[in-house]
């Protein structure tokens, strides 16, 4: 089993569209959760922190369940420029700096 | 500098050639690290390097694999005798310590074709 799992995509929606993201993480100790975006051959940005009471960010909301440890990203009135690859990222290792990424959902935003 | 930055971006050796590839964090950043992604796939952990602590090398896929870092800043990994399954993307990340909860900052990548 991987580490972080992420929806395997691609998802193609159309303007506007409302979209959801599924990620669940193996390791229960897990401490902190990201979500990425990385555009077609760039490198991958921070896209907002994720936490326990889950929050927003404009029309980007993320959740988490430690519970089920299912991690979320809703993106709402999707965007031409949403188009971009999703990547789900987990604090693996408690207390040591390093971050584990999903192999990410492709969202691709259509006209 | 304003960001992390990798060189060469494009490199492409041929197969038995070792090659060295460069990272210059963030200025301040005292946390590197080095992932690569090959095509299509996620992110792939190689190695870490906090201040003046050993560095954590559990990622690292093979002893072909060594990377240093000089003074607290500019870091090099190496690839000796490369290999075709070592073409990817590697990708250098800083983050100040304190603050990893806002994750990492990366580099743009070396492209490493390997022929």
């Known amino acids: 089993r991987k580490e972080v799992e992420q929806d395997p995509g691609p998802f193609n929606v159309p303007e506007g569209a409302t979209v959801a993201f599924n990620c669940t993480y193996s390791?229960?100790?897990?401490?902190?959760f990201f979500w990425y975006r990385q555009d077609c051959r760039k490198e991958p940005k921070l896209l907002m922190s994720?936490?326990?009471s889950g929050n927003e960010d404009g029309r980007f909301t993320a959740q988490l369940n430690r519970a089920s440890q299912y991690i979320s990203l809703l993106i709402r009135d999707s965007k031409l420029s949403d188009s971009a690859t999703y990547l789900c990222?987990?604090?693996?290792?408690?207390?040591?700096?390093?971050?584990?990424f999903g192999s990410g959902t492709q969202l691709t935003v259509l006209p | 500098g304003a960001g992390v930055s990798q060189s060469p971006s494009n490199k492409v050796t041929e197969k038995g050639k070792d090659v060295e590839l460069r990272c210059d964090p963030i200025?301040?950043?005292?946390?590197l690290y080095w992932y690569r992604q090959s095509l299509g796939q996620g992110l792939e952990f190689l190695i870490y390097?906090?201040?003046?602590?050993?560095?954590?090398k559990s990622g690292l896929p093979s002893d072909r694999f060594s990377a240093e870092r000089t003074g607290g800043s500019v870091s090099t990994l190496t690839i000796q005798r490369t290999q075709q399954e070592d073409s990817a993307v590697y990708l250098c990340?800083?983050?100040?310590?304190?603050?990893?909860?806002?994750?990492?900052?990366f580099g743009s990548g070396t492209r490493l074709t390997v022929v």
């Open positions: 390097f906090q201040g003046n602590s050993a560095p954590d």
């Open positions: 990222v987990v604090n693996m290792r408690g207390s040591a700096r390093q971050l584990t």
């Open positions: 990340a800083s983050s100040l310590v304190a603050d990893y909860n806002y994750g990492y900052t």
């Open positions: 390791n229960s100790a897990s401490q902190s």
């Open positions: 994720v936490y326990s």
């Open positions: 200025s301040g950043h005292t946390a």
